[in-house]
């Protein structure tokens, strides 16, 4: 599979450096959540074609993978 925006979105937020912080305050873009918004909308709705039902789960592995790198920042801080 290409590269999405959505992970072309994180990937650069990455590579141009992170701190813990910035890895907690992270939000996707306003166009990615409105994509997300729109795709589960269409779920609810039963209406997905398989390409954005293969998009939809490809997002919620990466909101899945943010989730834990917040939640990895958020010990790391407490840490320190």
Avoid: C, N
């Avoid at 939000?27 to 390409?51: C, D, F, I, N, V």
């Avoid at 790198?69 to 320190?80: F, G, P, W």
């Amino acid at each position: 599979m290409a590269p999405t925006p959505a992970y072309l979105e994180i990937v650069d937020f990455f590579a141009s450096g992170t701190t813990p912080r910035s890895v907690i305050e992270f939000q996707p873009s306003a166009g990615m959540r409105e994509r997300a918004l729109l795709l589960l909308e269409a779920a609810k709705l039963g209406e997905l074609t398989p390409e954005q039902d293969s998009e939809l789960e490809y997002l919620t592995e990466l909101e899945h993978i943010l989730r834990m790198a917040k939640a990895r920042a958020r010990q790391i801080l407490e840490a320190a």
